[in-house]
């Protein structure tokens, strides 16, 4: 095994090969991209996607773990359209669902039956969930989770993390990933426009002492601890042992709600997500992406004397799609796939995720590359880097270039992956797409090695 610390990259992953085959392979992408910026801000939905190499491609069909685009190309998806495609693309039990439902009804603005037979799953399913309500996107459902939690303590602070994301209001879109000569005690939003916010303190994640140094200062003016069970969003950190008891432990001793931001984890890392996964029961906690098996669908769940708040209608949770038939048809489809035999389908799909970090790895490091994998079955992250990562700061070591590389590389042979390290594995990924996806891996290394 190679020195990973003194040798040399072997290859870039030639990008300019790739990035030519792709140019040529993708023309109706590229004309509907420029078509779409004439109209469209941006010519993209998400400003996620705005940066894509060679530029935003376009799509038309997707089925199982395979998408197509609209030049015919066939990848295997690794993106899952950011994640909630937890059953791969076009479920047949999700797109019947749907299917029965839309020839029923598109939306009522009151009340059906779906409501509370989705909630009655959840509930079931989540140990925090004592009650549950409904929005549409992980950016409503967090807002209406700190909102709940201000009327509960009557504080107005709340703790988050450097580099855990909970959506992109004012309120939350802080310190998401400044930059290294950012002060952690001075987060900044991170987009123009944003209002000022100074309801906000900052941690460093897995670091107790620093949390505690927080605390000692704002602990009577805090709400709520916030975050990602796993740094999903900025490296797929998990946490250290016994940090998440300790967070549970704080939220309880300073009079805060703890909250678990699980739109990534939920319904992914385990039937139950990290709750279950990890064994630590939050106040609140906040789903989106699989929940609705790729629908737009958020929830709160959380405890009774919390969500009583809402009930009663001292804390508003408003909105005219909350809870639209569609979207709930489609995920108590979903969510009977993934609880049958108790979450029968986890197992493997955790063995397939793992099987795919490692290989993946260890085809990295034999070529002579210092890379890192982290996360936890089914959703992990690639860095090109020395070390694993333990904060956001770690994540700055990271060549996000040699990534992005990597990245057009492979799309190139018909995988799709997101730019930022994280992979997605679905329950309609099979052994042959892992073993496949594992030998395009290694046909990179092989083919730019110097």
């Given amino acids: 095994m190679p020195d990973l610390k003194t040798t040399p990259a072997q290859t870039d992953f030639l990008p300019e090969i790739h990035g030519q085959n792709l140019r040529r392979k993708t023309r109706r992408s590229f004309e509907q991209y420029q078509r779409a910026r004439r109209t469209l801000a941006g010519g993209v939905s998400s400003g996620m996607r705005r940066n894509a190499r060679p530029y935003p491609l376009a799509y038309d069909d997707g089925t199982g773990s395979q998408v197509f685009d609209i030049d015919g190309n066939a990848y295997l998806d690794y993106g899952l359209a950011w994640g909630p495609l937890i059953l ?3 479920h047949p039990a999700v797109v019947e669902a749907i299917q029965r439902q839309a020839a029923r009804a ?3 603005g009151a009340q059906h039956e779906l409501e509370y037979q989705v909630a009655e799953l959840l509930t079931g399913i989540i140990p925090c969930a004592d009650l549950v309500c409904f929005a549409n ?6 807002q209406v989770a700190l909102r709940l939690t201000r009327a509960a303590t009557g504080r107005r602070k709340f703790l988050k993390f450097e580099g855990h994301y909970h959506g992109w209001s004012d309120e939350a879109l802080i310190a998401y990933h400044p930059k290294a000569t950012d002060e952690l005690e001075k987060p900044a939003p991170v987009g123009a426009g944003q209002l000022p916010n100074n309801q906000v303190v900052v941690a460093e994640w897995n670091n107790p002492a620093h949390v505690e140094q927080v605390l000692d200062r704002h602990g009577s003016e805090i709400s709520a601890i916030i975050c990602e069970p796993l740094l999903a969003n900025s490296g797929c950190i998990p946490a250290a042992p016994g940090f998440l008891e300790y967070l549970r432990e704080k939220a309880t001793a300073c009079g805060a709600l703890l909250i678990f931001d699980e739109v990534i984890t939920g319904f992914r ?4 997500g990290a709750q279950g996964r990890w064994g ?3 106040d609140l906690a906040t789903y989106a992406k699989a929940v609705g098996g790729g629908v737009p669908l958020s929830v709160l769940a959380g405890r009774s004397e919390y969500m009583d ?3 009663r209608g001292d804390v508003v949770h408003a909105g005219t799609l909350n809870g639209n038939p569609l979207c709930l048809a489609a995920a108590k489809a979903a969510i009977e796939v993934l609880a049958a035999g108790n979450g029968s389908l986890y197992p493997a799909l955790r063995a397939r995720g793992e099987r795919l970090r490692h290989g993946i790895e260890q085809a990295l490091r034999t070529a002579g590359f210092p890379v890192v994998t982290s996360g936890d079955g ?6 090109f880097m020395c070390d694993p990562a333990s904060s956001y700061r770690d994540m700055l070591r990271a060549d996000a270039s040699l990534y992005s590389n990597f990245a057009l590389a492979l799309l190139d042979l018909g995988v799709l992956v997101l730019p930022d390290g994280r992979w997605y594995v679905s329950a309609a990924h099979s052994d042959n797409d892992i073993e496949q996806t594992l030998q395009i891996v290694q046909s990179i290394c092989s083919a730019g090695r110097t």
């Fill in 280 to 282: 630590v029961t939050p």
């Fill in 88 to 90: 791969g693309h076009s």
């Fill in 106 to 108: 598109l939306t009522f």
């Fill in 269 to 272: 890392v385990d039937l139950a």
């Fill in 309 to 311: 708040l809402i009930a």
């Fill in 378 to 383: 089914p959703v992990f992250q690639v860095s």
């Fill in 137 to 142: 996107s992980g950016t409503e459902i967090i």
